[in-house]
């Protein structure tokens, strides 16, 4: 038998009913490492997933709470836009994907698991990166420990 190791998800998962508040306005309060914190704009930044679907499964929110896609302002949908096009640069960079998903989830019925701050999803893809494991174990293999992933990808990020 072959053991997956995914230190990360252990204390994440043991926690996440015991936290309080919105995870992305804690993120943006707090230290960059520990909330994997990739690049922080003027209205809007950047994390890791910590429940990513591939290496390098970034989001792109707005520090602003309650910011609902059809209910940003102006400068915070410019902004948001112009970080997912950076983030794809930094993930060009670092992982040579084939190909992106780039979206926004909204609402619970559409796959939102936080539906009171918008947020889109930067996920690298590569031809065959859907594997057994996720078909038939319900599982995702991720080869990176995201703190290394997180490190990576703020020092390829594109200086404007």
Not at 18 to 32: H, I, L, N, S, T
Not at 66 to 74: T, V
Not at 106 to 111: F, I, K, P, Q, W
Not at 113 to 124: A, K, L, S, T
Request: with cysteine.
């Amino acid at each position: 038998m072959k053991r997956l190791w995914a230190p990360w998800r252990l204390e994440y998962v043991q926690s996440a009913d015991e936290q309080e508040g919105c995870v992305f306005c804690r993120a943006a309060a707090g230290d960059d490492e520990q909330e994997l914190v990739v690049h922080r704009g003027e209205r809007a930044f950047v994390l890791l997933n910590k429940f990513p679907y591939a290496s390098g499964h970034l989001m792109v929110a707005p520090f602003r709470h309650g910011s609902a896609f059809d209910d940003l302002e102006e400068a915070e949908v410019l902004e948001v836009q112009r970080l997912a096009v950076e983030a794809i640069e930094a993930l060009r960079a670092v992982f040579a994907p084939e190909g992106f998903n780039v979206g926004w989830n909204l609402g619970r019925v559409a796959g939102a698991g936080i539906v009171d701050h918008g947020h889109v999803h930067v996920v690298p893809r590569w031809n065959g990166d859907t594997n057994f494991m996720p078909v038939l174990a319900d599982v995702k293999v991720i080869p990176e420990h995201l703190l290394e992933t997180r490190r990576k990808l703020a020092d390829a990020w594109p200086q404007r």
